[in-house]
């Protein structure tokens, strides 16, 4: 069985093309960025938002490292919340993808963790930014203080997205002793998308 992370992975390497325009919400320590990065290439961009600037400090360092062009990558230290306002208008209705991994930073200070009241206007947001056929990921950890509330808006939200318009799925472990993380797929239907199947 794929891991929450290695799930988001493989949708993602079915989904994004070279020369394509992706959205890494939490940036973290840059490994959901570069990997972004290496799907869409050279001719791409990957829009990478951290509230933390040691979180975007790291980021670029990992993808300097593996030699990422700077052109093909946007870094920005605020808050997801901002993203209508901080990404470029013509990226609006072009994102092939957005990631959003949830939780705190994986060897940073573990009482600054992503929140509801900023994380679900980021994920409204962001839906609005993709184009038909795009996909948004939000990895849960329900296992820290204050994440499962989190998760759950989340799912709450997510579940009343209009079937017309998005296709809304989760892939978790059912029988874990702790709380394990779990995804929420959602993506944007295509013009040429089937009927409804509320019929």
Not at 53 to 75: K, N
Not at 141 to 147: A, I, K, T
Not at 166 to 191: C, D, F, G, H, M
Request: glycine share 10%.
């Amino acid at each position: 069985m794929l891991s929450a992370v290695e799930y988001c992975h493989a949708l993602l390497r079915e989904r994004l093309l070279p020369g394509d325009l992706a959205l890494d919400a939490t940036a973290g320590n840059g490994h959901d960025t570069h990997f972004l990065a290496q799907l869409i290439g050279p001719d791409g961009k990957v829009f990478g938002f951290d509230v933390q600037a040691a979180a975007i400090a790291a980021t670029r360092r990992l993808l300097q490292r593996w030699g990422v062009p700077e052109g093909c990558y946007h870094l920005i230290e605020d808050s997801h919340a901002a993203l209508a306002e901080r990404l470029p208008e013509q990226a609006q209705g072009r994102l092939a993808a957005a990631v959003f991994n949830l939780g705190y930073l994986p060897g940073g200070d573990k009482s600054v963790i992503t929140r509801p009241e900023t994380t679900l206007p980021a994920v409204r947001a962001a839906l609005e930014w993709l184009r038909p056929g795009g996909l948004l990921l939000v990895v849960l950890y329900p296992g820290h203080p204050g994440g499962a509330e989190e998760a759950q808006v989340l799912r709450d939200f997510a579940s009343g997205l209009p079937s017309r318009q998005w296709q809304v799925t989760e892939y978790r472990t059912l029988n874990a002793r702790q709380a394990p993380p779990a995804v929420l797929a959602i993506e944007k239907a295509s013009p040429e998308s089937g009927p409804d199947w509320e019929i």
